[in-house]
């Protein structure tokens, strides 16, 4: 016998155990005597042990017999019985014997393989399957929320995001389409109309109501100003949204090395968008919408000539003015905030961005125009860009002994939620705002997606399950 086989028999014995007390201590001393003598190669005295076994009063458990069965039809055909080793294959899967893998790749048996019938066996045990498998998950589409949660974003019920949006008649800005693309880009276009760039002019703080406030005043500004409006406008909708600080080669050293912009997280596209006010534009690489990183790599990848900047109408900027190859250059160096909360902490934009997204392979500057900076690097892309908006699905336990249940526990990675929108077998959506949920199943197929709203209304990712459900016992 070889060592896999030897492991798998004493497999077996450990997930026999709780069977074997049941029948008291004769099955227990009879079982470890066959083993040994099977791997002592003494067939015969090793199948005199399984027949005691099978003729023990009370009987053995039903599992123990499909088991036992198919320990007698190795020993058969080591002997090269191979006959009586098909018969003692059938009592197993009769009996409910399920474990395919092993009847069709234990050496012991390869001589058995051969016989006609043994395609038969394999039918049946395959059909075991499907009355033990109780669950047969067929469909668990379920997103780990990785690093979202270090990234904050200011809430839709903070009362100077309710304010602003007011004020400003934000509402008027979305799209008869509800496509979150065109909605976004329409939120770009309204704060770049805003004012006429000024690369000089910076702002008492950076709160999206006191800037527009002197803007009201005649005040232009520069554009991390453009980029704070625009995130603060596009969390007041409800989207999670950044700046981010893109810097040349360089930028220790000399002047104009920084260019301030946004991104936006887009539920549709499944991804960071990267939108720039200043220059009302976004990247796209062929038909591919594209964050800041993404910008980045193309150009590095020295195949881009599918790189297009996307530059919308503007009422005091000329399209022919705004040259890709002059912004191209700021793509070498990408900072963040963790903390995106700028309405409710405009302090945080008294900094520079500490966090520096690293290519692999790329070493950082320590200065910044000759100034000294806060800088945290990070080359992980799973870190700087999380997936948002996302719902994850816990299984807290199973029950199935009467009315089959599975009771599942909800997280998610969405500003400002609000409620879990659940739709089960296809029927009208429920809202619920709790995280514990009990899901009855019923015989057959069972279908549930679930996906998170937040408080502006905004549709998260939806997470989908499909268990069927057999119904029968699970011996």
């Known amino acids: 016998m070889d060592m896999g086989n030897k492991i798998f028999y004493i497999m077996i014995c450990i997930l026999c155990s709780s069977l074997l007390k049941a029948q008291g201590e004769t099955a227990e001393i009879l079982l470890p005597k066959a083993f040994t003598e099977y791997s002592n190669k003494r067939y015969e005295n090793a199948l005199t042990y399984y027949k005691k076994i099978l003729e023990l009063s009370p009987p053995v458990d039903q599992s123990l017999i499909a088991f036992i069965h198919f320990h007698r039809a190795l020993n058969y055909a080591m002997i090269n019985k191979n006959d009586s080793a098909i018969i003692a294959l059938n009592e197993s899967v009769n009996n409910g014997f399920a474990e395919v893998q092993d009847l069709k790749t234990i050496t012991d048996l390869?001589?058995?393989?051969?016989?006609s019938d043994f395609q038969d066996i394999i039918t049946k045990a395959e059909k075991n399957i499907i009355k033990k498998k109780v669950f047969n998950v067929e469909l668990w589409e379920n997103p780990g929320l990785g690093f979202s949660n270090i990234h904050q974003f200011d809430s839709v019920t903070y009362p100077d995001m309710v304010q602003f949006r007011m004020a400003y008649m934000l509402d008027t800005l979305k799209?008869?389409?509800n496509n979150q693309l065109t909605h976004q880009i329409r939120i770009m276009n309204w704060v770049h109309g805003l004012w006429k760039h000024n690369p000089i002019q910076t702002a008492k703080n950076q709160n999206c109501l006191s800037i527009?406030?002197?803007v009201k005043h005649g005040k232009t500004f520069r554009c991390l100003e453009y980029a704070s409006v625009l995130a603060q406008t596009m969390q007041s909708l409800g989207y999670p949204a950044r700046i981010v600080e893109l810097c040349s080669e360089g930028m220790s050293y000399g002047l104009a090395k920084a260019h301030a912009a946004a991104e936006v997280w887009n539920d549709e596209l499944q991804k960071w968008i990267f939108v720039d006010p200043q220059n009302n534009a976004i990247w796209k690489n062929g038909s591919e919408y594209l964050n800041a990183s993404e910008v980045r790599a193309v150009i590095e990848s020295k195949k881009d000539d599918s790189l297009v900047m996307v530059v919308f109408p503007s009422t005091w900027l000329s399209i022919e003015n705004v040259s890709p190859a002059v912004w191209r250059k700021y793509f070498h160096y990408l900072f963040f905030h963790y903390d995106n909360r700028y309405t409710s902490n405009p302090e945080i934009l008294q900094q520079l961005a500490p966090v520096c997204f690293l290519r692999q392979g790329q070493t950082p500057e320590l200065l910044y125009q000759g100034i000294p900076r806060e800088i945290d690097f990070s080359t992980n892309y799973e870190k700087l860009y999380p997936r948002l908006n996302l719902t994850h699905i816990s299984v807290k336990s199973v029950e199935?002994?009467?009315?089959?249940?599975?009771?599942?526990?909800?997280?998610?990675?969405?500003?400002?939620f609000d409620y879990y929108d659940i739709s089960v077998d296809s029927k009208p959506a429920l809202m619920e705002k709790k995280k514990s949920l009990s899901w009855t199943l019923r015989k057959g197929k069972n279908t549930m997606s679930i996906r998170g709203i937040n408080k502006a209304g905004i549709n998260g990712a939806t997470t989908r399950v499909s268990i069927n459900y057999s119904g029968g016992d699970n011996k």
């Open 175 to 177: 799209s008869a389409d």
């Open 110 to 115: 390869n001589n058995v393989r051969q016989k």
């Open 400 to 416: 199935y002994k009467e009315t089959p249940s599975v009771n599942i526990e909800l997280t998610n990675s969405m500003n400002s």
């Open 212 to 214: 527009l406030e002197e």
